[in-house]
């Protein structure tokens, strides 16, 4: 059995659900479509047929048996609506704790240590973390203690304007160039 999962899973996860027939009106067929309150799936007869069947947002509720064993346990995966959208998790939970997330097609990476110290509490160091929509950013490691984070890679360094211990490095057009990490000053050194 092979560790890996088919990634056309993914890319037709949105359309899992099409070509099923519309229970009100018998001509048209369930799309699955965004709203305010979240994904429904509705007619596509619609204005004439107005059917909707919401898709509710308790973790975990099966949209669909995907026929795929799960690359740890051999159960099978299914896909999931949960609280921040559509997953793949196994069958086999709570016994087996495999999730994939659409967007996560390898296993995240190890978060890397930066040989900058915080500039803001001068005990921890700063470390490159991902937010969840998957930008990387650079921020102490003493969190929730220190909040300081930026969106650059830092480098060690003083400002020669204010004199902020950090810089960060930023590539424009014209080349690289550093430039104060201090949110006050944020000037381009020479």
């Known amino acids: ?44 007869q619609y204005p004439s047929c107005d059917y909707i069947k919401p898709l509710h947002q308790n973790d975990g509720h099966i949209i669909k048996e995907l026929g795929v064993p799960c690359p ?18 196994c069958s086999g939970y ?25 500039p803001e509490c001068r005990k921890g160091s700063l470390t490159e973390r991902k937010s969840r929509f998957g ?16 969106n650059h890679l830092p480098v060690a360094g003083s400002c020669q304007y204010c004199g902020f211990s950090l810089l960060v490095e930023k590539k424009k057009a014209s080349g690289v160039v550093y430039e104060c990490a201090s949110r006050r000053c944020q000037k381009i050194q020479e």
């Open 72 to 89: 740890e346990c051999g159960s099978e995966l299914l896909l999931r609506q949960g609280r921040f959208g559509m997953f793949i998790g």
């Open 94 to 118: 709570p016994e087996c704790h495999f999730i994939q997330s659409p967007n996560q097609q390898e296993p995240p990476e190890k978060t890397q240590e930066i040989s900058a110290a915080c």
């Open 135 to 150: 930008k990387v950013f650079y921020a102490c490691d003493s969190y929730p203690k220190c909040k300081f984070a930026v």
């Open 1 to 44: 059995m092979s560790g890996k999962i088919d990634n056309q899973l993914f890319s037709a996860h949105e359309h899992a659900l099409d070509h099923e027939p519309c229970p009100q009106c018998q001509q048209g067929q369930l799309l699955l479509k965004n709203g305010k309150h979240g994904p429904f799936l509705g007619c596509n």
